[in-house]
């Protein structure tokens, strides 16, 4: 049986940075199911990628970050890249915006350094994710319990460690946000 996500919406969070292929490659299988994903950024009008080791190609932004809101949204997608999430964890907005998603269940998929925004958001105490390994202790001091797997769903939060990953952080993702429905049940847990 085919998934589905016809009629979900849903945001990708990323800057300047987001590694090329956790970005583009996820947003393909959303697309591919009949959502409609849109990329919202703090960026103007478009954001340069970051593709291994060298600058990648731009991608355009779909809704300003300012202006975005997250209740038009079901689910999202934090790419990652080392420069993306570090500077969006900075950002009071982008924070704002996926704590929304957390404080009212809606689900979230993270891989790679995506989660470091997760960590800024306060929603990653009690879950049990991965991620690339330099932000283990990060994630542990915030409360999580990291593990070394490809991927990882636990309670909405869905995450991956690398762009090796990508195929089954895809599957994880796109199952998860087909079974999720707006809800009122936060993604914080209590340690």
Sequence with gaps: MTITLDGKKIAILATDGFEQSELLEPR?????????????????????????????????????????????????????????????????????????????????????HGPWTLVEADAVRGHTLTSWPSIKTDLKNAGANWVDKEVLNDNGLVTSRKPDD??????????????????????????
């Design 166 to 191: 990508i195929p089954a952080f895809n599957r994880e993702m796109i199952r998860l946000f087909a079974q999720s429905s707006r809800s009122s049940t936060p993604l914080r847990k209590t340690a």
């Design 28 to 112: 393909k299988a959303l697309d591919e199911t009949g959502a409609k994903t849109s990329v919202v950024s703090p960026a103007a009008k478009k954001i340069k990628g970051w593709n291994h080791k060298d600058w990648g190609n731009e991608v355009p932004v779909d809704v300003d970050l300012s202006s975005a809101n997250p209740k038009d949204f079901d689910a999202l997608l934090l790419p990652g890249g080392v420069m993306n999430p570090d500077q969006l964890r900075m950002n009071p907005e982008a924070v704002k915006f996926v704590k929304h998603f957390t404080d009212s269940g809606k689900p979230v998929a993270a891989i790679c």
